[in-house]
C-alpha cells in the first residue's frame, strides 16, 4: 500500500537554526498537509497545499514558516529561526480529495530545538 | 474551531464496551475518527458526512448527528489492540476549512 514519508525522522537543532523537513506523498494525491503535535497534545492544523498553492493555513502557520513543493513528488516544510516552543513531532498528511477523503499521515518528523 | 471530545480518558476490561463523543459548535461537513498509538502517526478509522449516516469497521462504528453537529464512535468487545487515542476531527460547512482535531480520547484497554 502506497505510503506517505518523512525525512529526517528526527532532527535535532539548535535555537534560531532553520530546518526544512522533508516529505514525499502518495503519488496520485492532490492536497498536502502538515501538523504538528506537541508531546502529549493533540494534532493541530498548520497548513494546507493544493495546486501548488496555500489553501488554508492556522495562525501557528505565520511567517516563521513556509512550504514548498520543489519537484513533482517533495513537499517541504521550512521553519526559519526556530524557537525552543517549535519542539514537537511534524507530520505530513496527503488526500486524493479535500472534505471527503482520509488523510494519510507519515511517520512524523520529531523536531527538537535545543 | 475545534470539536470537543469526551470523555478525556477511558479504561476499559478487554470485552467492555465503549463510547467517545464529539461535538462542535459550527455546522459540519464530514466527521473523522484517527487512532493513534504511542510515537505513531494518527491512522484513519473512518468518515462520516453531511446528511447524517452511520458507519462500521469491525467491531467499531460510527455515527453523525448532522443536526446536532455530534458524532459517536462505538467500540465493541474491546481488545487491548484498540488502545491508544482516538481523535476526532471536523471540517466545517464553510467552504474551504481544514481538518481540524479535537484534544483525543486516551483510551486503555486491559486484560
Known amino acids: 500500500e502506497p505510503e506517505v514519508t518523512q525525512t529526517p525522522s528526527h532532527q535535532v537543532t539548535q535555537m534560531g537554526q532553520e530546518v526544512i523537513l522533508r516529505c514525499v506523498p502518495i503519488?496520485?494525491?492532490?492536497?498536502f498537509y502538515w501538523y504538528r503535535q506537541i508531546l502529549g497534545q493533540k494534532v493541530e492544523f498548520l497548513v494546507s497545499?493544493?495546486?501548488?498553492?496555500?489553501?488554508?493555513k492556522s495562525e501557528i502557520f505565520d511567517d516563521q514558516f513556509s512550504v514548498e513543493r520543489p519537484d513533482g513528488s517533495n513537499f517541504t516544510l521550512k521553519i526559519r529561526s526556530t524557537k525552543l516552543e517549535d519542539s514537537a513531532m511534524y507530520f505530513c498528511?496527503?488526500?486524493?480529495?479535500?472534505?471527503?477523503?482520509?488523510?494519510?499521515f507519515g511517520n512524523g518528523t520529531r523536531l527538537t530545538v535545543t | 474551531q475545534q470539536p470537543v471530545q469526551s470523555p478525556q480518558a477511558v479504561i476499559l476490561r478487554e470485552g467492555e464496551d465503549a463510547v467517545i463523543n464529539c461535538s462542535s459548535s459550527?455546522?459540519?461537513?464530514?466527521v473523522h475518527w484517527y487512532r493513534q498509538k504511542h510515537g505513531e502517526a494518527p491512522v484513519f478509522l473512518m468518515i462520516?458526512?453531511?446528511?447524517?449516516e452511520q458507519k462500521g469497521h469491525d467491531k467499531i462504528s460510527a455515527s453523525f448527528n448532522e443536526k446536532k453537529q455530534q458524532s459517536s464512535l462505538y467500540l465493541t468487545a474491546s481488545q487491548l489492540s484498540y488502545s491508544g487515542t482516538y481523535f476526532c476531527?471536523?471540517?466545517?460547512?464553510?467552504?474551504?476549512?481544514?481538518?481540524?482535531f479535537g484534544k483525543g480520547t486516551r483510551l486503555s484497554v486491559i486484560a
Open positions: 498528511a496527503s488526500s486524493s480529495s479535500q472534505f471527503n477523503s482520509p488523510l494519510h
Open positions: 503519488s496520485n494525491h492532490l492536497y
Open positions: 497545499f493544493y495546486n501548488n498553492e496555500i489553501s488554508e
Open positions: 459550527k455546522a459540519l461537513y464530514s
Open positions: 462520516l458526512l453531511k446528511g447524517g
Open positions: 476531527g471536523t471540517v466545517r460547512n464553510s467552504g474551504n476549512t481544514p481538518l481540524v
